[in-house]
């Protein structure tokens, strides 16, 4: 639910800039004008989570932009389900040892697919791009039910404390699981997973200024490791992670 929401919300906006630039004659002689540099940020959904993202473009040639692209998502196994104790606790995944995120570094190119020739066409572009992909896992805290009494059975409680522990398949059950620690427990145990990262994706640009940049980006993103990226315990894990995505970019140009 929450994703269809992010994803309803985009498209909203999207549809909000579009009807604001209705205002223009649509028989006014249009000549864009081409700017060497940009920048934009943007916010993204993908398969399996959701970022954010930077980009720095420069012109080549008129039909051709060198792009140097900044991507921060979240990555969550296919397999998570989340599940709730009750309802003065935080929400969990069962199994989950770390949550995974990337950050990712890349080069690419934007090539000029249709121009707009007024200001309320769309300009369609194909862009491409590979480089480095650093995953990052934290591990996952939860706040586990402990007796007092070490020699009373874990499932009765008759007296117990909870403490935040690093979660343990070994140790750590649905009978003694009360949910979610706060998030920052784990942030000094920050583990680093290097690999790569390519995409291809097809943008839209519809900004009504010349130096706006307002654009919907959609494709697929490709993120290889050396290792499987341990996020779940009790099921496989992948080193490989294909994604559809799309993404809203607003930013300038000069």
């Known amino acids: 639910m929450q994703k269809i929401f992010l994803l309803s919300l985009v498209l909203a906006l999207f ?15 249009y000549k864009p004008v081409l700017y060497r540099n940009e920048y934009s940020f ?8 959701w970022g954010i993202n930077f980009n720095r473009g420069k012109h080549i040639t008129g039909y051709k932009k060198r792009m140097f692209e900044f991507d921060f998502v979240g990555m969550k196994h296919p397999k998570e389900v989340k599940t709730l104790q009750n309802e003065n606790a935080k929400s969990y995944v069962y199994g989950k040892l770390n949550t995974f995120s990337i950050l990712r570094s890349s080069i690419g190119e934007q090539k000029l697919l249709y121009s707009r020739n007024t200001r309320q066409g769309v300009e369609v572009r194909l862009n491409y791009a590979v480089g480095a992909s650093f995953g990052i896992t934290k591990p996952v805290y939860l706040e586990i039910l402990v007796p007092i009494d070490k020699v009373q059975p874990v499932d009765t409680f008759p007296s117990a404390r909870i403490e935040v522990q690093k979660y343990d398949p070994d140790e750590h059950f649905t009978n003694n699981i009360v949910g979610r620690a706060n998030f920052f427990n784990g942030i000094d145990e920050l583990d680093l997973h290097p690999g790569l ?31 499987d990226i341990p996020i779940m315990a009790l099921i496989d894990n992948n080193s490989v992670y294909f994604n559809f995505y799309f993404k809203l970019l607003y930013g300038r140009k000069w």
Do not use: R, W
Not at 15 to 29: G, K, R
Not at 203 to 226: C, H, N, Q, R, W
């Open 197 to 227: 990262h390519g995409k291809l994706a097809i943008s839209f640009g519809y900004g009504y200024l010349d130096d706006d940049v307002k654009a919907l980006e959609t494709g697929m993103t490709i993120d290889l490791y050396p290792k």
């Open 42 to 49: 943007g916010f993204m959904l993908h398969s399996n989570g």
């Open 15 to 29: 549809a909000a800039d579009l009807s604001a630039q209705t205002i223009i004659d649509e028989n006014e002689d």
